[in-house]
C-alpha cells in the first residue's frame, strides 16, 4: 500500500527541473495572470484614449504620463528592494495598479474620460512599476542557481509571453466587441490575483543585508557597480534609444496605422500576437541553445527589432506587419535570455535589484520625452518618415554598440566569479493553502521578470500604454 501510495508522486516529481522551486513557481504563475490582463488593457488604454476624442498627441502624453514617474522614481525602488523583503514590494506595487486600473475602468465605462484623469491613473500605474520592477528582477534572479539558469529564465519569459499571446488577441476582440472599459476592469483584477499569489513568496533563503549608510549610500554602491563593467552601461545607452523609438513607434503610431490602414484594434490585436508568438519561438530556442558569447548574440538579436516600425512605415498589410511582429519577436527573446543569464552571472545577488534599477532608469529615461513628442514629430515630418527615422537609428546604435569589446567577447562560464548563489526555496514546500501541484499546473499551462533592457524593447512592441512591461506585473 505504501509503495502504490507513493509512484503516484514520483513521475510528478521527477518530470519538474530542479530549478523549479516554490517561488519559480509563483513567479511564473503570477507574471501569466498579469501578462494576461495587460496585454489586453496595453492596447485599451490607447484606445480609450482614441475613443473620447483623442488623438495621436493625446495617446502619447497618456504613454507618457507613465513612464516619467517609473523614470522618477526607479532608483529609489531598486534601493528598497535591496532594503526590505522584496516580495513586500512587489505586493504594494501591484495593489496600487490594481486599484489605478479599476478606477480607470470605472471611469471609461461610466463616463467620458478627461485627458487628465488618464494622465493621473497611467502615473500612478507607473510609480508602481518603479517600486516593482527592480523588486521582481531580484527575486527571479535569486530563485534560480546552476548552470541552467539559461533555461529556467527562457522557460519564464516563454510562459509570461504565451499568455500574452491570448492576453493581446483577447484583448483587442474584446475592445472591438465591448469596449476597453471591460478590458481595464478585467486588468485590475488580474493585479489582485497576481498579487496574492506573491504573497506567499518565500525570502528566508535570502541572506539579511547588513546595515548601510542609508539611501544615498546604497545608490552611490549600485551606481559604481553598474559604471565599473563597460558591457553594461553601453547595452544599457544603446537601449535607452531603442526603447524610446520603439516606445514611440509602437505605442503612438501602431494604434493610429492600425486604425486608419488596418481596420482598427482587433488586426492590431492579432499582430501583437504575433509578436508573441515569436517570443514564445524565441524563449523555446534559448531553452536549448546556449551561445558562448552571449552578449555578441544577443546584441546581433537587437538589429531585426527594427522590423515593425519599418512594417508600419509603409504600412504593410496586417500578414506582413505580423511576420515582422513575429521576426522580432524572436530576436528580442534571443536577446533578452542572453542579457539576464548574464546579469545574474555577473551581478552579485545583493546588488541586483539596484543594478536593475539602473538599468530600468537607463532603458527608459528618454520614454516619455519621445511619446511626448510623438504626436508633434508626426506634424512636423509626417508619420512615415518619423517611422523610417526609428527604424533607421535602431540599426545604427545597435552596429555602434558592437564596438564595446566586452560585448563581443564576454563569455558563459558554468561556475560564477562572485560567490555562491544563494539556494532557491525548496522546490517541494508547500504553499499555505495552495499545493505546489497547483501551481505547477498553472505554470506549465502558460508567460516583472525579464530583465530591464530587453523587456523594455519587448514590451514597447506589444503594448499601447505601457512600452516597459518587463517583469512580468
Not at 80 to 102: E, G, K, T, W, Y
Not at 208 to 220: F, N, T, V
Not at 268 to 282: E, K, P, S
Not at 407 to 431: M, Q, S, Y
Amino acid at each position: 500500500m505504501r509503495t502504490s501510495a507513493a509512484s503516484p508522486r514520483t513521475p510528478l516529481r521527477s518530470r519538474r527541473p530542479e530549478w523549479a522551486g516554490r517561488n519559480y513557481l509563483l513567479l511564473t504563475a503570477a507574471a501569466i495572470i498579469t501578462n494576461l490582463g495587460t496585454h489586453g488593457a496595453l492596447i485599451a488604454a490607447a484606445f480609450a484614449v482614441l475613443q473620447s476624442g483623442g488623438d495621436g498627441g493625446d495617446v502619447g502624453l497618456v504613454a507618457a504620463a507613465r513612464t516619467l514617474p517609473l523614470v522618477l522614481f526607479l532608483l529609489v525602488g531598486g534601493a528598497v528592494a535591496d532594503r526590505i523583503p522584496r516580495h513586500r514590494v512587489m505586493v504594494a506595487a501591484n495593489a496600487l495598479n490594481c486599484v489605478s486600473q479599476a478606477v480607470f475602468a470605472l471611469l471609461v465605462l461610466t463616463g467620458d474620460p478627461q485627458l487628465w484623469q488618464m494622465m493621473l491613473l497611467t502615473a500612478l500605474c507607473g510609480t508602481g512599476q518603479a517600486f516593482f520592477s527592480p523588486a521582481a528582477e531580484g527575486m527571479l534572479m535569486s530563485s534560480v542557481s546552476g548552470e541552467q539558469v539559461s533555461r529556467a529564465f527562457a522557460l519564464f519569459r516563454m510562459a509570461m509571453h504565451g499568455a500574452g499571446i491570448g492576453g493581446a488577441a483577447l484583448g483587442g476582440a474584446m475592445i472591438a466587441a465591448v469596449g476597453p472599459g471591460w478590458v481595464l476592469a478585467i486588468d485590475a483584477a488580474a493585479f489582485a490575483l497576481a498579487g496574492a499569489l506573491r504573497a506567499f513568496l518565500d525570502v528566508s533563503h535570502i541572506a539579511e543585508r547588513a546595515a548601510s549608510g542609508g539611501l544615498l549610500a546604497d545608490l552611490r554602491e549600485g551606481w559604481q557597480e553598474f559604471i565599473g563593467r563597460p558591457w553594461l552601461w553601453s547595452i544599457v545607452a544603446q537601449f535607452s534609444i531603442v526603447v524610446a523609438l520603439v516606445g514611440a513607434a509602437e505605442s503612438v503610431y501602431g494604434p493610429l496605422v492600425a486604425r486608419d490602414h488596418l481596420g482598427g484594434a482587433r488586426p492590431w490585436g492579432l499582430a501583437l500576437a504575433a509578436f508573441g508568438v515569436g517570443t514564445l519561438m524565441g524563449a523555446l530556442l534559448m531553452m536549448r541553445w546556449k551561445p558562448r558569447r552571449m552578449l555578441l548574440v544577443g546584441t546581433l538579436g537587437v538589429f531585426p527589432i527594427a522590423l515593425p516600425s519599418a512594417a508600419l512605415a509603409v504600412p504593410l498589410d496586417v500578414v506582413g506587419l505580423a511576420a515582422a511582429m513575429f521576426v522580432s519577436g524572436v530576436a528580442i527573446e534571443v536577446f533578452g535570455v542572453a542579457w539576464m543569464t548574464t546579469l545574474h552571472q555577473e551581478i552579485p545577488e545583493e546588488k541586483l535589484s539596484r543594478v536593475s534599477a539602473y538599468d530600468w532608469f537607463g532603458s527608459t529615461a528618454m520614454l516619455p520625452l519621445s511619446t511626448a513628442l510623438a504626436g508633434p514629430a508626426e506634424s512636423l515630418f509626417g508619420r512615415r518618415e518619423a517611422l523610417w527615422g526609428s527604424a533607421t537609428l535602431i540599426v545604427v546604435v545597435t552596429a555602434l554598440v558592437l564596438l564595446v569589446p566586452d560585448v563581443r567577447n564576454l563569455t558563459r562560464r558554468t561556475k560564477e566569479v562572485h560567490g555562491p548563489a544563494p539556494a532557491p526555496a525548496p522546490a517541494n514546500a508547500a504553499l499555505p493553502g495552495l499545493s505546489t501541484a497547483t501551481v505547477a499546473t498553472t505554470a506549465s499551462t502558460a508567460t516583472t521578470a525579464s530583465t530591464a533592457t530587453a523587456a523594455a524593447a519587448a514590451a514597447a512592441v506589444t503594448t499601447a500604454e505601457d512600452p516597459t512591461d518587463r517583469s512580468g506585473t
